[in-house]
């Protein structure tokens, strides 16, 4: 069964950075879908940016030229570059991986201070 590890979330001002890291374990990787998904309070989850196996990456409008996703394909992990973070970014942030199924991590709190 897949499994994945999250990590990296936490407190930050409005402007500041955080990196949300996603380590899968017992799976093919290098050709899944990979990413974060979040959900604010009282909001419906959505996506932030994901990474297919192909190299393609999409990302949310409201975090392009903030947040950067990249992967490890040796180290089966996904990362999640967070730049410039402001309050409306505060939410739980899930990893989300998709091979002939898909898998959500337990989710990391992201909270941005004003």
């Known amino acids: 069964q897949v499994q994945l590890a999250e990590s990296g979330g936490g407190l930050v001002q409005a402007g500041g950075s955080l990196r949300l890291s996603c380590a899968a374990s017992r799976t093919v990787f290098s050709f899944a879908t990979v990413g974060w998904y979040r959900q604010a309070p009282g909001k419906q989850r959505e996506l932030v940016a994901v990474?297919?196996?192909?190299?393609?990456?999409n990302y949310a409008d409201s975090v392009k030229g903030r947040f950067t996703i990249s992967r490890d394909n040796a180290k089966k992990t996904v990362y999640l570059q967070m730049t410039n973070l402001k309050p409306e970014d505060t939410a739980v942030y899930y990893c989300?991986?998709?091979?002939?199924?898909?898998?959500w991590g337990q989710g990391t709190q992201v909270t941005v201070s004003s």
């Open positions: 989300y991986y998709n091979w002939r199924g898909t898998i």
């Open positions: 990474s297919s196996g192909a190299g393609n990456t």
